[in-house]
């Protein structure tokens, strides 16, 4: 490890299993001291164990984002143990309906917004007092469905797309602030829920977990898929003064399966 965020303190909010447990380790790894959130206490727990065991300082606040009372308790418990916050990662997010949009349920689409994108915001705006004493960095996890409008993902697309033009728009108002507002758009992540849906999609066709990679993996450029860590590398690079002079930028992490 470089130490990119050595002396930093990093909120990451929405943290699960695969890519949250990988912001956070790696944020760790880099020398932050790292807030982590969310509604499963049991899941932070045993994320931050794994960062002290490693050496690491962490911070566990149980948050559901949605709440405003749970997310100004959350800016009181990371500035009063810490004394600041340099760099807030975003990455909570509804999962999608996985039907087309004319057979979705309104309430599919309202609760993504509801979390990915008024939750996101609930927690921007709570911690912008203390980024921008910091002149601190967000960054907002994305996804590459903003890049293609494949049948199904629809009630997905709309509450990302919404994300990343909320994102844009506070790099800009943020900006005279010193705040740096990015985002990372990873593609299929190859972690133990994409593992298992491989293994489902073999069985109903009939064909090996190994050919479903091999005929996703086809598709970029690299011939694979991308892993936890190097989505989180991309978030660490972003949150870090390696990156000082980026924002209102869309960071695509899928191995080369989409262009922008």
């Not at 695969?18 to 790292?34: D, K, Q, T, Y």
Request: glycine content about 8%.
């Amino acid at each position: 490890m470089t130490g990119l965020l050595d002396g930093k303190v990093v909120v990451v909010s929405g943290v699960g299993p695969a890519l949250g447990r990988a912001v956070c380790r790696r944020s760790a790894a880099e020398g932050a001291r790292v807030v982590l959130a969310a509604r499963t206490a049991s899941r932070l727990d045993e994320i931050a164990g794994q960062i002290r065991d490693a050496g690491g300082e962490a911070l566990t606040v149980p948050t559901d984002i949605t709440d405003d009372d749970a997310v100004a308790a959350l800016v009181d418990r990371a500035v009063g143990e810490y004394g600041r916050v340099d760099a807030l990662v975003n990455n909570a997010f509804a999962l999608p309906s996985m039907k087309p949009l004319g057979r979705t349920d309104f309430d599919q689409v309202t609760s993504g917004i509801d979390l990915t994108v008024l939750g996101t915001l609930r927690v921007i705006k709570a911690f912008t007092p203390a980024l921008t004493e910091a002149k601190g960095s967000i960054v907002n996890i994305n996804s590459m469905v903003i890049r293609h409008s494949e049948p199904r993902y629809g009630s997905y697309k709309i509450a990302k797309s919404a994300l990343l033009a909320m994102s844009q728009t506070l790099a800009t108002e943020l900006g005279d602030a010193g705040i740096r507002v990015n985002s990372v758009a990873p593609g299929y992540i190859w972690d133990d829920q994409l593992k298992w849906y491989f293994g489902q999609v073999a069985e109903k066709y009939g064909i090996t977990p190994e050919q479903v990679y091999e005929q996703t993996a086809s598709r970029s450029d690299l011939k694979r898929l991308p892993e936890p860590d190097e989505i989180a590398d991309a978030v660490v690079f972003l949150a870090s003064d390696m990156a000082r002079a980026i924002t209102g930028h869309t960071l695509d992490v899928n191995c080369g399966e989409y262009h922008d």
